[in-house]
């Protein structure tokens, strides 16, 4: 485990995310407010979080810009797949930019990807919802990093290096079936005005819904996880960008 786990700085960037975001997300719920001003709120207090263990030393720019471009293309893999219903590999790149640079930066990716995605599939109520749990998935994949469980540095095929591969695959999978699907599924209970008649109905029902997501997301880290991880650790090496 990383010493950094130590620093207060990173446990109140876990208190921001895993409370205050939640916290946000229900309050703009049940008082019917814009979902614009939700999803800021929401951008704001992960932008804090970010910088909150950041700002001990100074991230540069081109730490912002790489977070951006992985944000944009996180946008345009949901945007590429739209034509199939909840086919959504997003998740796979939020949650190697977790990977490979933190649950800070996971969380953030998520949230601004989940955001800035449905200004082409329409935002809505359920957007400060989407913001969280694709948040909630990506800074999960860094978490899970830091423990050794899923490794930021997978090893070639021929060395063993389908177990690391096969890791984050079987990780894609049931991070959107067992965390971010029923995350986004329980927004039903807020924007319904908690009417819905049968809370494990609505549950059983987006299990095909949350399948179909988590083989996309498990698809993407197949094939591409390890040649995105490995060209981001080149860059982290190199540049000395975001070590979590």
């Known amino acids: 485990m990383n010493t950094r786990k130590t620093n207060w700085r990173f446990w109140l960037s876990l208190v921001i995310m895993v409370l205050l975001v939640p916290l946000a997300v229900v309050l703009f719920t049940r008082l019917k407010q814009s979902f614009y ?9 992960t932008i804090a979080a970010f910088f909150l263990h950041f700002e001990s030393r100074k991230p ?5 810009v790489l977070l ?6 996180a946008v345009a893999s949901r945007a590429a797949f739209g034509f199939v219903p909840h086919f959504k590999p997003m998740l796979a790149i939020v949650m190697l930019t977790g990977i490979a640079f ?15 995605s449905n200004f082409i599939f329409g935002q809505g109520p359920w957007t400060p919802w989407q913001m969280f749990a694709y948040g909630i998935g990506g ?6 990093a830091l423990c050794g469980i899923l490794k930021k540095s997978p090893r070639a095929w021929r060395d063993g290096g389908w177990r ?38 609505i549950y059983l029902a987006g299990v095909p819904v949350n399948c179909v997501h988590g083989s996309a997301v498990a698809l993407t880290m197949l094939l591409f996880g390890k040649p995105l ?15 979590p």
Do not use: H, N, W
């Open 37 to 45: 001003l939700s999803g800021l709120t929401i951008i704001v207090l």
């Open 60 to 64: 540069q720019a081109r730490e912002l």
């Open 68 to 73: 951006a471009v992985l944000c944009a293309l």
């Open 102 to 116: 933190g649950p800070e930066a996971g969380f953030l990716c998520g949230a601004i990807s989940g955001f800035a």
């Open 139 to 144: 800074m999960l994949a860094g978490l899970f």
């Open 164 to 201: 690391d591969i096969l890791g984050l695959t079987v990780f894609g999978f049931l991070c959107i079936l067992l965390v971010v699907g029923p995350l986004l599924d329980t927004s039903t209970f807020f924007m319904a005005g908690f009417s819905a008649s049968s809370p494990l109905a």
């Open 229 to 243: 991880l490995d060209r981001l650790r080149r860059i982290q090496i190199k540049y000395g960008m975001m070590e």
